[in-house]
């Protein structure tokens, strides 16, 4: 069974990068779509994007510009890059993997909150 | 605003049936996407429920069943017990945004 696991900074300044990184254990990253989601506090989940293992990615165009998802196989780990950030990035962020994108999330790591704030 | 559309609360007292309805449109569930929910318990991360409509992943009580019609689904809940009590959130997916991953604004169910 894989298990997920999130880690980075909690606080970001405005205006600066949010990096987060997802350590998968248990089985292979490979044949895995890997995706980023995260709710901000009172609101609803808002997927971020996915990248499958071969590299091929997919993002919420509302976010496009600002997010890159990478993904390191021989390392186990996939990881989130948010440029530009504001207040409004505040939020729990989530990891969740799935071997068929149409078959719903089915592990998600425990989550990682984010404060955006100088 | 979320693109599926929820209660933002429902409620049941212990072994009562509760539904909770998830709205979309013609280009998400309308557009013959399937329909996923998950729960998310207090202080966890979500769990997925429901996968393709109506089924269940291993482990989960019969209790909890889905069904989809149209442009819209449904989440049952039978036998109503306090451990349901959390937040349940439908998904499904986009065709006018390349099959994107659209999440409902979750429903918090409330066993009385």
């Known amino acids: 069974q894989v298990q997920l696991q999130e880690s980075g900074p909690g606080l970001v300044k405005p205006s600066e990068t949010l990096s987060l990184t997802c350590n998968v254990s248990g089985d292979s990253i490979s044949s895995y779509y890997c995706n980023w989601i995260r709710q901000p506090p009172g609101k609803g989940l808002e997927w971020i994007g996915y990248i499958y293992y071969s590299g091929s990615t997919n993002y919420n165009p509302s976010l496009k510009s600002r997010v890159i998802i990478s993904v390191d196989t021989s390392k186990k780990q996939f990881s989130l890059r948010l440029t530009s950030v504001t207040a409004a990035d505040t939020a729990v962020y989530y990891c969740?993997?799935?071997?068929?994108?149409?078959?719903?999330?089915?592990?998600w790591g425990q989550g990682t909150t984010v404060a955006v704030s100088s | 605003q979320s693109v599926l559309a929820q209660p933002p609360s429902v409620s049941g007292a212990p072994g009562q049936r509760v539904t909770i309805s998830c709205t979309g449109s013609s280009s998400d569930i309308g557009a013959g996407y399937d329909v996923h929910w998950y729960q998310r318990l207090p202080g966890t991360a979500p769990k997925l429920l429901i996968y393709?409509?109506?089924n269940r992943p291993s482990g989960v009580p019969d209790r909890f069943s889905g069904s989809k019609s149209g442009a819209s689904a449904s989440l049952a809940i039978s036998g109503l017990q306090a451990e349901d009590e959390a937040d349940y959130y439908c998904?499904?997916?986009?065709?006018?945004?390349?099959?994107?991953?659209?999440f409902g604004g979750g429903t918090r169910l409330t066993v009385l």
């Open positions: 969740a993997t799935t071997p068929n994108y149409y078959y719903g999330l089915d592990v």
């Open positions: 998904q499904s997916y986009d065709s006018s945004l390349n099959g994107h991953v659209v």
């Open positions: 393709n409509n109506n």
